[in-house]
């Protein structure tokens, strides 16, 4: 069965710190990455998405993500994190044939200012 | 920007009662999902729709059922509910236009149930 892992449940970094936030998936056909944000008291939201071209991709609010095939990984990383950073960030992925979205458990972040 | 809202946005409720959660949504979405969110499980899916007489289970259908009402509205039901139920619900939505599997999906704001 497909699955979506996200190892680090909860970071706390310090305003400037940069951040890396990993993203596993388990299936071997063609996929779609996604990274979702969710600040406090918000939707859901997306950060970004990839779907095919240039794996290292570029969202909102200075995000990014690699997608590295042969790792099955889709990390993302911010080089600087602000305070408004602390939000909860969900990988997500869909994948041919299902047309389901399968989440990550989501990965806490808070900033310290 | 409430393209996606969800009623009621709260509810407390007993063991055994039905309970109802709307979605309605003005992005004129054909596709719409329930999922609901525990802490340290993320969001699970439990009914996706891609038209009004589509309806498909997801991974945790058991205890839940759906209707939808029209294109833009789509109700998760949960007959008879437990304390094991209680949890953060999102409805959400997606064009379907970028091929399906590229598709953004738009959140609405979640409702927060308590089964006691």
Same mark, same amino acid.
């Given at each position: ?28 056909? !063609? ?54 950073? !602390? ?7 869909? !994948? ?10 989501? !990965? ?6 | %920007? ?7 946005? +709260?509810?407390?409720? $007993?063991?055994?009662?039905?309970? #109802?959660?709307?979605? &309605? *949504? ?5 596709? #719409?999902?329930?999922?609901? *969110?525990? /802490? =340290?499980? =993320? ?9 009004? $007489? %589509?309806? +498909? $289970?997801?991974?945790? &259908? %058991? =205890? ?15 007959? &008879? @509910?437990? /304390? +094991? *139920? ?5 409805? @959400? ?11 953004? *999906?738009?959140? =609405? ?8």
């Amino acid at each position: 069965a497909q699955s979506v892992s996200q190892h680090n449940h909860h970071v706390i970094l310090s305003e400037a710190a940069s951040l890396e936030l990993g993203c596993n998936y388990s299936y071997g056909g !063609t996929v779609n990455l996604f990274w979702y944000v969710q600040y406090p008291g918000q939707h859901l939201q997306l950060l970004l998405k990839y779907f095919s071209g240039d794996p290292l991709v570029k969202g909102i609010k200075g995000f990014e993500a690699e997608f590295i095939k042969s790792k099955f990984s889709f990390n993302l990383r911010k080089p600087s994190v602000q305070w408004s950073d !602390t939000a909860e960030y969900f990988c997500a992925v869909s !994948t041919s044939g299902t047309y389901k979205y399968i989440f990550g458990t989501g !990965t806490r972040l808070k900033v310290l200012a | %920007d409430a393209d996606v809202t969800q009623t009621p946005r +709260n509810r407390i409720t $007993k063991t055994g009662k039905r309970i #109802m959660l709307e979605c &309605s *949504q003005t992005k004129g979405h054909d596709r #719409m999902y329930w999922y609901r *969110q525990d /802490p =340290g499980l =993320g969001l699970r899916l439990i009914y996706y729709s891609f038209d009004v $007489k %589509d309806i +498909n $289970k997801g991974e945790i &259908s %058991d =205890g839940y059922s759906v209707s939808r009402q029209a294109q833009a509205k789509f109700s998760l039901s949960l007959e &008879s @509910a437990i /304390p +094991n *139920q209680t949890a953060l619900y999102f409805c @959400a939505t997606s064009s379907g236009l970028a091929g399906g599997l590229a598709d953004t *999906q738009y959140f =609405g704001p979640g409702t927060r149930l308590t089964v006691l």
